[in-house]
């Protein structure tokens, strides 16, 4: 995945390629379907979205995706989807592991260690217009709807001790001081030595006091940059704990109200009048 967290340390697989399919129009509500001993004999790319395809272009339903895929025995992961839709549901090895709604957002579902070598996941979408399901999605909007798994999908193998969480919250964006939270699991509490790196640039190694898996700490950016929409810098922090390291990518910039005024870009003196929605 090229997208951020990213995690260098962990063993990982694209699962992006040709999944066994099938669609059923007619298994009436999703969330009573049990998968075993349903056949998925039609093969369909992933990423993509299947009610594009000709066999089933505009169809309105339940689809079942199913693909094996190799790892540590022993061993637990996550599998990372950056997006799929409407509705979905995700069995490991059989036994129902977690779902997701709405679409086009990321989620990860957890893997429990086993002693197989060779595991299987299984995927139920339902893209039809339902509140309950997908409450987002309404017949009337001007956006098709499509359903699938139509972003790429990544598993991770996760070490004895890992991050859940990295989180950078600017607290002065011109001085670069930001607010750093971490979460580490499994949760432990006591302190622990973490390196720490902006922009690729020198490790700073510092002593975090965790308490239940939770840390929060201030940092410093080192020439710390602006965002703007003339100049849209990004800054990178990695931090490594040793048997996990997790790189998150965040921006720095200055919001300010003035008599009453959003000053949505100080530096270049716009503003706009306060009293209806503002675009940030």
Not at 127 to 155: H, M, W
Not at 237 to 257: I, P, Q, S, Y
Not at 264 to 279: I, Q, S, Y
Request: glycine content about 8%.
């Amino acid at each position: 995945s090229m997208s951020y967290p990213r995690y260098s340390r962990r063993r990982q697989m694209v699962l992006d390629g040709i999944w066994e399919f099938c669609f059923l129009p007619d298994c009436g509500d999703p969330e009573t379907l049990d998968p075993a001993g349903i056949e998925t004999p039609d093969p369909i790319p992933v990423p993509s979205a299947f009610d594009a395809y000709p066999a089933w272009a505009g169809r309105r339903g339940t689809a079942l995706y199913r693909r094996r895929f190799p790892m540590t025995p022993g061993r637990a992961g996550e599998l990372e989807f950056e997006s799929a839709g409407m509705w979905v549901r995700v069995w490991i090895d059989g036994v129902p592991c977690g779902e997701h709604t709405p679409g086009y957002v990321p989620f990860t579902i957890p893997v429990p260690p086993a002693d197989a070598p060779v595991r299987e996941v299984t995927v139920v979408v339902d893209n039809r217009q339902d509140r309950k399901r997908a409450p987002l999605y309404e017949r009337s909007f001007d956006f098709y709807c499509y359903g699938g798994i139509f972003r790429s999908v990544t598993l991770y193998e996760l070490p004895e001790l890992f991050f859940r969480r990295c989180e950078v919250t600017p607290r002065d964006a011109a001085a670069g001081i930001v607010s750093v939270k971490l979460e580490l699991a499994p949760a432990f509490t006591g302190e622990r030595p973490l390196r720490f790196a902006f922009d690729s640039g020198a490790e700073l190694e510092r002593s975090v006091r965790f308490d239940a898996g939770m840390a929060e700490l201030e940092l410093t950016v080192p020439s710390p940059r602006l965002w703007s929409p003339e100049s849209p810098q990004l800054h990178t922090l990695r931090v490594d704990a040793g048997t996990d390291d997790v790189t998150v990518r965040f921006g720095l910039r200055e919001l300010r109200t003035e008599a009453g005024r959003i000053l949505r870009f100080p530096e270049r003196g716009r503003e706009r009048c306060g009293g209806g929605p503002e675009l940030l």
